[in-house]
């Protein structure tokens, strides 16, 4: 005996589905021979990061002589309000091509990766509109971080003279 | 029977739609319904590839267009969007990877090339190796995302040696830095 109509369509679509979804499955994974398929994305304030600074100070904060190190370092500087302002005035950071908002999101997620230890336990992360201010000072680098420097030395701020010294004299 | 109407353009469908309507079953119209929508929700499931969907032609570069992601010795080789010089691949390192006898430069660039196999945009570092002279094989110009040198940080023209023993320059390589946001 014959199915009915509607039991013959129903089967005819359900053995579809199936044989489909098998076939869909077993063309899955093509990509696996490749190293980068299983990436996570990196956010927005990493790759900022990886894009203006990485390539030089290195992704752990750590370079050479000519590259002034951030790991350990640049959380003293929000100790003080002066500290807080050159870390954006700074010329790489106030002259970059980031946008406000994602500059500020940038310096927070830096000071979180390479100062969370100097940081003061108040500190208040920068904002979009406090960056946009605080970049269109201009300062002459080497003078400004001195003058930092001795400030946060001088309120003993740092443990001691070394603890932000350069390598290298053109440096800042 | 004859049609009813009078415009010959109705006649036509008249007549269709009386034919249809006598011969044909409403169960016949029932099933062949469920089988276009059964039919129409099964496609997506079809084992086609899905290349030209994960990148939409308007965002591949045209570098990412004609790139190719087997062979880390030619110029089209998907992270070289960038690469301006000497692949180290063909002198004797890997895409990422220095010839020995040479040290990687402890300072790079970070631009991002376009896998055209997933169509997903990946951070690359280009990184040169220095220490000997001019490696001089499979010579590439990548300019994605290059600046003019008077942006030194984003320049593939400069030697990249910065911090390294030796500021002579050998060959270029591409490492994989991460998946762009």
Known sequence: MLPSIKHRVAFAALTCCLMLAGLAWAGDGSDSSKSTSRLQPVTREMENFARNCQGCHGDSGVSVNEVPTLANRIGYFTRAKEGREYLVQVPNVALSTIHDQELAEMLNWMLKRFGADQMPADFKPYTGDEVGVLRKVRIIPTVRRAEVVKLLEDRQLVPNKDTLSLPMRTTY | MKPISKNGFDKVFETIARKTAQQLSRRNFLSRLGVGMAGAAVVPLLPVSRKAQAAPASVLSD????????????????????????????????????????????????????????????????????????????????????????????????????????????????????LAN
Not at chain 2, 85 to 97: H, V
Not at chain 2, 148 to 155: A, G, I, M, V, W
């Open chain 2, 63 to 178: 570098f990412a267009s004609k790139a190719q992601t087997n062979d880390p010795t030619q110029c089209n080789y998907w992270r070289y969007c960038s690469s301006d010089g000497y692949l180290c691949a063909c002198c004797g390192g890997g895409p990422s990877q220095c010839p020995p006898g040479t040290t990687p430069s402890p300072t790079s660039w970070v631009g991002s090339c376009i896998n055209p196999d997933d169509g997903q945009t990946y951070l690359i570092a280009y990184r040169d190796c220095c220490g000997q002279d001019s490696c001089g094989r499979c010579a590439c110009l990548g300019q994605e995302g290059d600046m003019p040198s008077y942006r030194p940080q984003l320049n593939n023209d400069i030697v990249w040696c910065f911090g390294s023993s030796s500021m002579v320059y050998h060959c270029s390589s591409a490492g994989l830095v991460g």
